[in-house]
Each structure stands twice: as C-alpha cells, then as structure tokens.
C-alpha cells in the first residue's frame, strides 16, 4: 500500500528541540517531491516547505525559513521535520505530503499534533 | 508570500451547487496551470479534489469541477450531499514553492 506514516503527538516545553518523522513506502522515495504543512489550532493550512529527495533539495516557505529543518534519510524512506528551539506558537499538527505529479499533492500523512507548553 | 483569497462560508442545500473562488496574482494561480482543491473534513487530513486546474483524480465524484480564469480559480461542487460538508482549500504554485488560500467552510444545510 502506498502511504505516508508520521510519528505520534509530541509534548515538549519552549525551548526544547523536536524532530518528527514522515515515512514513505509502497512507492520508490526519489521518486516524489515531499512538502511539509502547518495547520494551527482552528486555522488554516500553511506550507512549511518542500524537498526533493532525489538531491535532497529543499526549498522553505519564507515565514518559515531560518524557524524549521527540512531532511531526509533515503536508506529508510524518510522525511523529517525539525526545530531546535520551539516556542508556545508552535502548537499546531503538523501534515507531510507527497507531490508526483507536478502541482499535484495526492497522498497525505495522518499528521502529528505538536505541543509546546510549560 | 500572500494567501490566496477565499470566501470564509459558502452553503447549500442537499442538490443544490456552490462555488468557491480562490484569487490569487499573476505570480501565482494566473502564471501556472497548477491550482488544486483539497477538502479536509474535522480532524482529517486534507484529501486531493482537483489538481492543474481542472482535472479530477480517480475516486472523486464528478459533481466537483475546477475552472479558472486568469488569477482567480474556482471549485464548483454540483448536487450538494451531506458529505460536502467540510473546509476546502486551494493550493497554487508560485515559482519556488506552494501557496495555500485562506480555507471556504462549506456548509449543506
């Protein structure tokens, strides 16, 4: 089966880092763009940014930029998302995605819900 | 990078269409033929509807319907059905990297 399997909710306290999980399979990893995506409490979706895991490019939504690191481990299917310092406003799930076709996010993780509070 | 602009609600009766219009700019959903439409229902991750502009992926019903014209696009779901009810967002790219509209609570009534 095709999917995408994210890590489990995560309580941390400001300042602490995080790095949560988005893992591939069913489909060759290189093969699809894999986008991560904000969505605070009651809000909207945001894209955070996108990478390509044939080279490991990776391009970050500007208010995202410097905040988040997006990686990935090829040898285990894997994207990541990570923070070295969170802070309260970082309470949100969080989605990866994958992009095949061009434009396209076709195939969604469950989301992890990420929060931050002392 | 701004979000694209939707409506906040639109409704319906149970048969009756809607339609959702995402404007963006010419940097966006009018340089590209890559808007999509994704509904989320609660507590759900987003689910692909229409992707470049106007086509449906397999499994969707064909009452939802893209269309575009130079930089707004629209979602026009036909014959409403409780099911329908749910946030819809559209996702254009903008050169580098992806833009998402502000979200459409779409409710049957």
């Known amino acids: 089966e095709v999917q995408l399997v994210q890590s489990g909710a995560e309580v941390r306290k400001p300042g602490e880092s995080l790095k949560i999980s988005c893992k591939a399979s069913?489909?060759?990893?290189?093969?699809?763009?894999i986008g991560w995506v904000r969505q605070m409490p009651g809000k909207g979706l945001e894209w955070m940014g996108i990478?390509?895991?044939?080279?490991?490019?990776?391009r970050y939504s500007p208010s995202f930029q410097g905040q988040v690191t997006i990686s990935d481990d090829k040898s285990i299917s894997t994207a990541f998302l990570q923070w070295s310092s969170l802070k309260a406003s970082d309470t949100a799930m969080y989605y990866c995605?994958?992009?095949?076709?061009?434009?396209?996010?076709?195939?969604w993780g469950q989301g992890t819900l990420v929060t931050v509070s002392s | 990078q701004s979000a694209l602009t939707q409506p906040p609600s639109a409704s319906g009766s149970p048969g009756q269409s809607v339609t959702i219009s995402c404007t963006g700019t010419?940097?966006?959903?009018?340089?590209?033929?890559?808007v999509s439409w994704y509904q989320q229902h609660p507590g759900k991750a987003p689910k692909l509807m229409i992707y470049?502009?106007?086509k449906r992926p397999s499994g969707v019903p064909d009452r939802f319907s893209g269309s575009k014209s130079g930089n707004t696009a629209s979602l026009t779901v036909s014959g409403l059905q409780a099911e329908d009810d749910a946030d819809y967002y559209c996702?254009?790219?903008?050169?580098?990297?992806?833009?998402f509209g502000s979200g459409t609570k779409v409710t049957v009534l």
């Open positions: 995605a994958r992009s095949i076709v061009p434009g396209t996010w076709g195939l």
């Open positions: 069913g489909y060759s990893f290189v093969t699809a763009w």
């Open positions: 990478m390509n895991p044939r080279d490991s490019e990776t």
């Open positions: 010419s940097s966006d959903v009018g340089a590209y033929n890559y």
């Open positions: 470049q502009d106007t």
């Open positions: 996702n254009s790219y903008a050169g580098s990297n992806y833009v």
